[in-house]
C-alpha cells in the first residue's frame, strides 16, 4: 500500500476528536508532572542559590559593616573638630603675630591693616576695635576667597598690649576674621551622615540580612512560581494535543475512519505523531475502500458471468428455432399478413439477440478481466504510443496530448490501453453529438505520476461523482456501466487512484495516479 | 523519659526566672508633686546613662535618648498615664557646643537649648523635670509606681528610613532622592520598613507612692 503522501492535507474529519477544546481547570496528571517537575528543577538550586545568599549577605555586611569601618566613619566628625581646632589656634597665633607687629604710627596702621588682610592666607578682615567694640581702624580684603566658598572665622578680639604706645584709646583690641572653606562643613555633614546611616545599619544588620535573605526567597519564590505556571501551560498545550490524538484513537478503535487530528504547524514530536496518525487513517480508509471496491467488484464479476453464461446458452436456440420457423414458411405465403409479421417479428427477434450477445459480451470481458502482469514504461512514451495506434479514437475525437516530465511507472500495456480507451469512449459518447476534443496530459508528484484525461463535455454531476465507478451505473440509454468500473478496478490493480471533477473551464476531468517505479515496485493487485 | 522531660523544663523555668531577673526594671529616684490639678514627676535619669557618654555625646554625630515614662498601679500593668520624650544631642564642633532639641507632648516640634559644657548638658539629662501624668485625682486611694525606659540612640523612623533609601540604592549614598537601582535591595528595604532594632535600654522602677504621699507646693 503506498501512503498519498504527497497529497495536501485532508480536512480534519469531523468528530469528538475535533471538538473545540474547553479550557480546563483541574490539570492533567501529565500537566502536573511536567509542572512539578519544573518547580522542583528550579526550586532545588534556588533552594542551595537560597543558602548561598544567606552566607553571601551574611558575609558583604561583615564586610560593608566591618567596626573598624563603622568606628572610623563615626570618628570623622571628631577629626574635623580637630582640624577646626587646628584652625582655630592657627588663626589666634597670626592674630597674636599681626598683634605684635603693629606700627606705633597711628597714621600707618590702616595701611598695616590692609596689607596684613593682603599677605596673611584666608585673612579676610583685620579691625582694630576701641573698648566699646567700636572700629577704629578696619581693613577688609576685595577679592574672592582663593578656596571658593567659606564661612568667616573671627579670632579675637585680643587685647592690644599698651594701646598708647600705638595711639590707640585704652583698651582696644585687634579682631581678625578668617576664612574656613565651606566644603568642609559639607564635607563634614556628609560624613556625619553616612557615619550615622552606617550606624544605623550596623544596629540594623540583623534585620537587613533577614530582610535581604527574605526579599531572595520572594525572588526565587516568583521565579520558581513563574517556572511551574510556564511548565504547566507548556504542558498544557502538549497533554491536550496528546488528548486529541487519544481521542481520535479511541474513535478509530470504533471503526471511524473519518477521524483527523489537527496537526498544527508545529514541528515537534507530537506533531509528527499528530501526521503520522492521519496519514495511517488515510491509508487505512483508502486500503478499506479499495478492497471494499475490489470486493463488490469481484462480487458483481460473478453476477456477470453468470448472467452472460444463462443468457448466452438460451440465444443460439432461440435464433435456430426462429431460422427454422422462417426456413418452414413458404417464400409465396397464403397469408401475406402473417407473412409480414413473421419478417418483422424476425428483425425484431435478431436485433434483441444481436443487443443481448453484445450485452453478454461486454458482461463476459466485465467478468473475465484477466490479472495484471506489469512491466517498466514510460508513462509519456506509453500514451503517445496509444495515441499513435489508436487511429479510430483520433477519428472520432481530437486527442490532445502535454507531455510531462519523464514518469517511470510499472503498468500492464494492454488493461492500461483498455482504460483509455474506455475513458476515452466515455468521453466521445459524452460529448456527443459534438465532436469529443480531449486533453491528455502527464505530470509527475512527489511520489506518483499522474495522467488526466479531460474532455469538455457537459461534465459529470457532483453528486453523481460518488457512484459513477459502481458497476451498472450509467446515465446514459444504450450503457451498460461497466466501462468506468472495469477503468477502477485494473488502476485499483495497479496500486493506483482514480477520482473524477469537473475540468476548469468546462467538462470532466478523470485523473489516474500511478505509484512512481522509482519509489516502489509495484505488484499486481490480488482482488 | 519523664524525668528528662521534667529536667528539660525545670531548665526552661530556670532560664526564663534568669532572663526576667536580668530584664527586671531598676530603682527610680523619682519625686511626684502635684500642680494645678496636675501630677508632675521629676526623676533622677543619671543611672540610665553609660560611663562613656561624654564620649557618645561629644562625637559629632547626631545623638537620641527617648524617655518612656507609664504611671502603673504597684500591682498592675494597665498604665493610666504615658509620657514620652525624645532628647536629640548634637555636638557642634566647629561651635563647640551642644545643641538639644527635646520633643514631647508639650513641644511636639521641639525645643533647642546650647550647652557649652559637658557638665551643664548632663546635669540637664539627668534630671528630666515636670514630667506631665495627668491629672493628679487619676491616684485615688491606690498605690502607684513610675516605670521609666530610657533608650540610647534607637534608630529613629527617620533613620530607619534612610537607612532603608541607602539599602535601596547604595549609589545614592544614603541622601535620599536618588530612584533606586537594586531589585533586590529595593525589596529588602521594603521588607526592612517593620524592623525594630535593639537599643541600648534602661528600665526602672520607682517606688510605691499614694497620693497622699504627693506632695503639693
Same mark, same amino acid.
Not at chain 1, 496528571?29 to 538550586?45: D, Q, S, Y
Not at chain 1, 483527523?260 to 483508502?286: H, I, K, P, T
Given at each position: 500500500?503506498?501512503?498519498?503522501?504527497?497529497?495536501?492535507?485532508?480536512?480534519?474529519?469531523?468528530?469528538?476528536?475535533?471538538?473545540?477544546?474547553?479550557?480546563?481547570?483541574?490539570?492533567?496528571?501529565?500537566?502536573?508532572?511536567?509542572?512539578?517537575?519544573?518547580?522542583?528543577?528550579?526550586?532545588?538550586?534556588?533552594?542551595?542559590?537560597?543558602?548561598?545568599?544567606?552566607?553571601?549577605?551574611?558575609?558583604?555586611?561583615?564586610?560593608?559593616?566591618?567596626?573598624?569601618?563603622?568606628?572610623?566613619?563615626?570618628?570623622?566628625?571628631?577629626?574635623?573638630?580637630?582640624?577646626?581646632?587646628?584652625?582655630?589656634?592657627?588663626?589666634?597665633?597670626?592674630?597674636?603675630?599681626?598683634?605684635?607687629?603693629?606700627?606705633?604710627?597711628?597714621?600707618?596702621?590702616?595701611?598695616?591693616?590692609?596689607?596684613?588682610?593682603?599677605?596673611?592666607?584666608?585673612?579676610?578682615?583685620?579691625?582694630?576695635?576701641?573698648?566699646?567694640?567700636?572700629?577704629?581702624?578696619?581693613?577688609?580684603?576685595?577679592?574672592?576667597?582663593?578656596?571658593?566658598?567659606?564661612?568667616?572665622?573671627?579670632?579675637?578680639?585680643?587685647?592690644?598690649?599698651?594701646?598708647?604706645?600705638?595711639?590707640?584709646?585704652?583698651?582696644? %583690641?585687634?579682631?581678625?576674621?578668617? #576664612?574656613?572653606?565651606?566644603?568642609?562643613? $559639607? *564635607?563634614?555633614?556628609? /560624613? +556625619?551622615? =553616612? @557615619?550615622?546611616?552606617?550606624?544605623?545599619?550596623?544596629?540594623?544588620?540583623?534585620?537587613?540580612?533577614?530582610?535581604?535573605?527574605?526579599?531572595?526567597?520572594?525572588?526565587?519564590?516568583?521565579?520558581?512560581?513563574?517556572?511551574?505556571?510556564?511548565?504547566?501551560?507548556?504542558?498544557?498545550?502538549?497533554?491536550?494535543?496528546?488528548?486529541?490524538?487519544?481521542?481520535?484513537?479511541?474513535?478509530?478503535?470504533?471503526?471511524?475512519?473519518?477521524?483527523?487530528?489537527?496537526?498544527?504547524?508545529?514541528?515537534?514530536?507530537?506533531?509528527?505523531?499528530?501526521?503520522?496518525?492521519?496519514?495511517?487513517?488515510?491509508?487505512?480508509?483508502?486500503?478499506?475502500?479499495?478492497?471494499?471496491?475490489?470486493?463488490?467488484?469481484?462480487?458483481?464479476?460473478?453476477?456477470?458471468?453468470?448472467?452472460?453464461?444463462?443468457?448466452?446458452?438460451?440465444?443460439?436456440?432461440?435464433?435456430? %428455432?426462429?431460422?427454422?420457423?422462417? #426456413?418452414?414458411?413458404?417464400?409465396?405465403? $397464403? *397469408?401475406?399478413?402473417? /407473412? +409480414?409479421? =413473421? @419478417?418483422?417479428?424476425?428483425?425484431?427477434?435478431?436485433?434483441?439477440?444481436?443487443?443481448?450477445?453484445?450485452?453478454?459480451?461486454?458482461?463476459?470481458?466485465?467478468?473475465?478481466?484477466?490479472?495484471?502482469?506489469?512491466?517498466?514504461?514510460?508513462?509519456?512514451?506509453?500514451?503517445?504510443?496509444?495515441?499513435?495506434?489508436?487511429?479510430?479514437?483520433?477519428?472520432?475525437?481530437?486527442?490532445?496530448?502535454?507531455?510531462?516530465?519523464?514518469?517511470?511507472?510499472?503498468?500492464?500495456?494492454?488493461?492500461?490501453?483498455?482504460?483509455?480507451?474506455?475513458?476515452?469512449?466515455?468521453?466521445?459518447?459524452?460529448?456527443?453529438?459534438?465532436?469529443?476534443?480531449?486533453?491528455?496530459?502527464?505530470?509527475?508528484?512527489?511520489?506518483?505520476?499522474?495522467?488526466?484525461?479531460?474532455?469538455?463535455?457537459?461534465?459529470?454531476?457532483?453528486?453523481?461523482?460518488?457512484?459513477?465507478?459502481?458497476?451498472?451505473?450509467?446515465?446514459?440509454?444504450?450503457?451498460?456501466?461497466?466501462?468506468?468500473?472495469?477503468?477502477?478496478?485494473?488502476?485499483?490493480?495497479?496500486?493506483?487512484?482514480?477520482?473524477?471533477?469537473?475540468?476548469?473551464?468546462?467538462?470532466?476531468?478523470?485523473?489516474?495516479?500511478?505509484?512512481?517505479?522509482?519509489?516502489?515496485?509495484?505488484?499486481?493487485?490480488?482482488? | 523519659?519523664?524525668?528528662?522531660?521534667?529536667?528539660?523544663?525545670?531548665?526552661?523555668?530556670?532560664?526564663?526566672?534568669?532572663?526576667?531577673?536580668?530584664?527586671?526594671?531598676?530603682?527610680?529616684?523619682?519625686?511626684?508633686?502635684?500642680?494645678?490639678?496636675?501630677?508632675?514627676?521629676?526623676?533622677?535619669?543619671?543611672?540610665?546613662?553609660?560611663?562613656?557618654?561624654?564620649?557618645?555625646?561629644?562625637?559629632?554625630?547626631?545623638?537620641?535618648?527617648?524617655?518612656?515614662?507609664?504611671?502603673?498601679?504597684?500591682?498592675?500593668?494597665?498604665?493610666?498615664?504615658?509620657?514620652?520624650?525624645?532628647?536629640?544631642?548634637?555636638?557642634?564642633?566647629?561651635?563647640?557646643?551642644?545643641?538639644?532639641?527635646?520633643?514631647?507632648?508639650?513641644?511636639?516640634?521641639?525645643?533647642?537649648?546650647?550647652?557649652?559644657?559637658?557638665?551643664?548638658?548632663?546635669?540637664?539629662?539627668?534630671?528630666?523635670?515636670?514630667?506631665?501624668?495627668?491629672?493628679?485625682?487619676?491616684?485615688?486611694?491606690?498605690?502607684?509606681?513610675?516605670?521609666?525606659?530610657?533608650?540610647?540612640?534607637?534608630?529613629?523612623?527617620?533613620?530607619?528610613?534612610?537607612?532603608?533609601?541607602?539599602?535601596?540604592?547604595?549609589?545614592?549614598?544614603?541622601?535620599?532622592?536618588?530612584?533606586?537601582?537594586?531589585?533586590?535591595?529595593?525589596?529588602?528595604?521594603?521588607?526592612?520598613?517593620?524592623?525594630?532594632?535593639?537599643?541600648?535600654?534602661?528600665?526602672?522602677?520607682?517606688?510605691?507612692?499614694?497620693?497622699?504621699?504627693?506632695?503639693?507646693?
Amino acid at each position: 500500500m503506498t501512503a498519498p503522501s504527497d497529497r495536501a492535507p485532508e480536512p480534519p474529519a469531523a468528530g469528538p476528536a475535533r471538538r473545540r477544546r474547553r479550557p480546563r481547570l483541574t490539570p492533567s496528571r501529565f500537566e502536573l508532572k511536567i509542572a512539578g517537575a519544573l518547580v522542583l528543577a528550579a526550586v532545588v538550586p534556588l533552594a542551595a542559590a537560597l543558602w548561598l545568599a544567606r552566607t553571601l549577605t551574611e558575609e558583604n555586611l561583615a564586610v560593608a559593616l566591618n567596626p573598624r569601618v563603622v568606628a572610623r566613619l563615626e570618628a570623622t566628625p571628631a577629626l574635623y573638630g580637630d582640624l577646626f581646632q587646628a584652625r582655630k589656634q592657627l588663626y589666634a597665633e597670626q592674630a597674636r603675630t599681626l598683634l605684635g607687629e603693629l606700627p606705633q604710627n597711628p597714621a600707618r596702621l590702616k595701611a598695616f591693616l590692609a596689607a596684613a588682610v593682603e599677605r596673611t592666607p584666608r585673612l579676610r578682615r583685620a579691625a582694630l576695635l576701641d573698648g566699646g567694640g567700636a572700629v577704629l581702624y578696619e581693613a577688609e580684603a576685595s577679592g574672592p576667597n582663593p578656596d571658593g566658598e567659606w564661612r568667616p572665622a573671627t579670632a579675637g578680639p585680643v587685647a592690644v598690649p599698651d594701646p598708647a604706645r600705638h595711639g590707640l584709646p585704652a583698651g582696644a %583690641a585687634l579682631e581678625c576674621t578668617f #576664612a574656613v572653606e565651606a566644603r568642609f562643613f $559639607a *564635607d563634614l555633614s556628609e /560624613a +556625619r551622615d =553616612l @557615619a550615622e546611616v552606617y550606624h544605623s545599619a550596623e544596629a540594623l544588620r540583623a534585620d537587613i540580612q533577614r530582610s535581604y535573605v527574605r526579599a531572595f526567597a520572594v525572588l526565587l519564590g516568583a521565579w520558581a512560581l513563574a517556572a511551574g505556571l510556564a511548565g504547566a501551560l507548556l504542558a498544557r498545550r502538549t497533554t491536550a494535543r496528546l488528548g486529541d490524538l487519544l481521542r481520535a484513537v479511541r474513535q478509530l478503535a470504533k471503526g471511524n475512519l473519518s477521524v483527523q487530528v489537527e496537526a498544527g504547524s508545529a514541528r515537534d514530536e507530537v506533531a509528527g505523531l499528530a501526521r503520522a496518525f492521519n496519514a495511517m487513517v488515510r491509508e487505512v480508509r483508502e486500503s478499506r475502500d479499495r478492497i471494499v471496491y475490489l470486493e463488490k467488484i469481484s462480487g458483481w464479476q460473478e453476477v456477470a458471468r453468470r448472467l452472460a453464461h444463462e443468457i448466452k446458452n438460451p440465444l443460439t436456440p432461440i435464433q435456430l %428455432a426462429f431460422q427454422q420457423l422462417e #426456413a418452414r414458411y413458404p417464400s409465396r405465403p $397464403a *397469408d401475406p399478413e402473417f /407473412a +409480414r409479421l =413473421l @419478417a418483422d417479428a424476425g428483425d425484431i427477434v435478431r436485433e434483441e439477440i444481436g443487443t443481448l450477445k453484445r450485452l453478454v459480451e461486454e458482461f463476459s470481458s466485465f467478468a473475465q478481466l484477466p490479472e495484471v502482469r506489469l512491466e517498466p514504461a514510460e508513462l509519456n512514451l506509453f500514451l503517445e504510443e496509444f495515441v499513435r495506434t489508436s487511429p479510430q479514437l483520433g477519428e472520432e475525437a481530437e486527442l490532445l496530448l502535454e507531455r510531462g516530465p519523464d514518469c517511470p511507472v510499472a503498468l500492464d500495456r494492454a488493461l492500461m490501453r483498455r482504460v483509455l480507451t474506455n475513458l476515452i469512449r466515455n468521453a466521445i459518447a459524452a460529448s456527443r453529438p459534438a465532436r469529443a476534443r480531449l486533453h491528455l496530459s502527464v505530470a509527475r508528484l512527489e511520489e506518483h505520476a499522474r495522467f488526466t484525461v479531460a474532455d469538455e463535455g457537459p461534465g459529470v454531476p457532483a453528486e453523481l461523482r460518488e457512484r459513477i465507478f459502481d458497476p451498472y451505473f450509467t446515465t446514459r440509454h444504450e450503457g451498460t456501466g461497466l466501462g468506468l468500473a472495469i477503468v477502477k478496478k485494473i488502476v485499483l490493480q495497479h496500486g493506483g487512484e482514480i477520482a473524477v471533477s469537473a475540468r476548469p473551464g468546462g467538462g470532466a476531468s478523470f485523473a489516474l495516479e500511478l505509484p512512481l517505479a522509482a519509489h516502489e515496485a509495484p505488484t499486481a493487485r490480488e482482488e | 523519659m519523664v524525668p528528662l522531660l521534667r529536667r528539660a523544663g525545670l531548665l526552661a523555668l530556670a532560664l526564663a526566672l534568669a532572663t526576667r531577673a536580668r530584664d527586671a526594671p531598676r530603682p527610680l529616684a523619682s519625686t511626684v508633686e502635684a500642680k494645678d490639678g496636675r501630677l508632675l514627676a521629676t526623676l533622677d535619669l543619671a543611672p540610665a546613662f553609660p560611663q562613656d557618654l561624654k564620649r557618645v555625646l561629644s562625637n559629632g554625630l547626631s545623638n537620641v535618648i527617648v524617655l518612656h515614662v507609664a504611671l502603673v498601679p504597684e500591682h498592675g500593668d494597665e498604665p493610666v498615664a504615658l509620657y514620652g520624650r525624645e532628647v536629640d544631642v548634637l555636638y557642634d564642633v566647629w561651635e563647640e557646643s551642644y545643641t538639644v532639641t527635646v520633643k514631647d507632648p508639650s513641644n511636639p516640634r521641639g525645643l533647642s537649648r546650647s550647652f557649652r559644657d559637658y557638665e551643664e548638658l548632663h546635669a540637664f539629662l539627668a534630671e528630666a523635670r515636670a514630667i506631665d501624668l495627668g491629672s493628679a485625682a487619676e491616684l485615688g486611694s491606690k498605690s502607684w509606681v513610675l516605670r521609666t525606659r530610657i533608650e540610647l540612640n534607637p534608630v529613629s523612623r527617620e533613620l530607619l528610613d534612610r537607612t532603608r533609601e541607602f539599602i535601596a540604592n547604595p549609589a545614592a549614598g544614603g541622601r535620599g532622592g536618588a530612584p533606586s537601582r537594586s531589585v533586590l535591595g529595593a525589596m529588602a528595604s521594603y521588607l526592612l520598613r517593620g524592623a525594630e532594632p535593639g537599643a541600648e535600654v534602661a528600665r526602672f522602677e520607682s517606688a510605691p507612692f499614694t497620693a497622699r504621699e504627693v506632695s503639693t507646693p
